[in-house]
């Protein structure tokens, strides 16, 4: 089993960056594929970023490609998303969750998978929000 608990949810600026971390505790993270989502007040929630077991494979969503980037360190079983020059629409609650079952594309890149029954476990979020 695992836990994961996501931290780093903060008010930002316009144009300012954090870091949100998925601290897992239980057994065998290195052999989950991480994704982090995001669900805004009345929208649907969205995919924002996945990451295989091994690390080497990334994705992201069309929203966060050039501005994203995930990472991960098995030895401290914690996920990293680093969001630089963010704005108003990356507001929402951020959550991580891990799947046992890896999926990338032609190009060897992870790819989000929202779908339901797919991940095994969910954190409760942290809330992000970007606001002048």
């Known amino acids: 089993q695992l836990q994961l608990v996501e931290s780093g949810g903060d008010l930002v600026q316009p144009g300012g960056s954090l870091t949100l971390s998925c601290t897992a505790s239980g057994s065998n993270f290195d052999k989950y594929t991480i994704s982090w989502f995001r669900q805004a007040p009345g929208q649907a929630r969205q995919g924002v970023s996945c990451?295989?077991?091994?690390?080497?494979?990334?994705g992201y969503a069309d929203s966060g490609k050039g501005r994203f980037s995930i990472s991960r360190d098995n030895d401290n079983s914690v996920v990293y998303l680093q969001m630089r020059n963010l704005e108003p629409a990356d507001t929402g609650i951020y959550y991580c969750a891990a799947a046992s079952t890896e999926t990338t594309d032609s190009r060897g890149n992870c790819v989000i998978q929202d779908i339901q029954g797919w991940h095994d476990y969910w954190g409760r979020g942290t809330q992000v929000t970007v606001s002048s």
């Open positions: 990451i295989d077991s091994s690390g080497r494979s990334v």
